[in-house]
């Protein structure tokens, strides 16, 4: 039996400037491939536009394991100190930029506010000089790489969680993780983000590099606890309900048994 290619794009593939050279490659390896499997109808099209079959063209969540994502304690149970994380890559794309000065701002008018970075990157050396030069390394903290375990550990320290990615394909793995986790998450609107988080219902979206914007939905969600607590439920909801890994991988098995017997 002939082998068949299934891709499965991710977002940072295709929606990344792509040059001449990867352009001639894409349409080569989607042209020839059996089928694509991704995750938004947006990497769909672009797949489709390399020349992908649009009849063997799949969308399926990647999914997060909502047994082992799941929180051990409430946001804001610790009445003395609140926890704002992110843990995207610390590059460009990622604009973590934003993030830091969100934190520069809320930490003149909060006291007991601290912020997490976790993650590597080739902007981390620039980014910590920058924390450092404003004297804020007392209440911003990098943790660097974690593992898996430690990422868990990561979700259960924090109260809030943000994304100002500038960019995602999908719904990113790493927002889908803090939400099955009740954290309450604000991420930037764009790419899929506002398909699976309604604005004020079960997260906060804010526009890319608004550190304003995000800045004042923190600020309203520290003075109003009790709603946030509701929505971080809410999260939680629709994670469980529509990105459950063992949902989607069942998806994934009926995909594979109809594309080979094709």
Known sequence: RKNKIILTPWGSDLLIEVNFLKKLWFKF??????????????????????????????????????????????????????VIG????????????????????????????????????????NLVKKVNEKNLQGSINFLGALNREEMIRFYNSIDIYVSTSLSDGGLSSSVAEAMSFERLVIVTRNSDNNKWIKDGENGFLFKNKDYLGLSKIIKYNLINKNNAHIISKKAREVIYQNYSYKKEMQKVNTFYEKIYKY
């Open 86 to 125: 992110s843990n995207r890559r610390l590059e460009e794309i990622y604009d973590i930029d934003t993030f830091i000065k969100s934190a520069e701002y809320l930490i003149k008018e909060f006291k007991n506010i601290s912020f997490l970075i976790a993650g590597n990157g080739t902007l981390k050396e």
């Open 29 to 82: 390896i989607f042209t020839k491939s059996k089928s694509v499997i991704c995750d938004s109808h947006r990497l769909l099209n672009l797949a489709i536009k390399f020349g992908a079959n649009k009849n063997n063209t799949y969308i399926c969540n990647f999914g997060t394991d909502t047994d082992l994502y799941n929180k051990t304690r409430s946001i804001f149970s610790d009445s003395n100190k609140v």
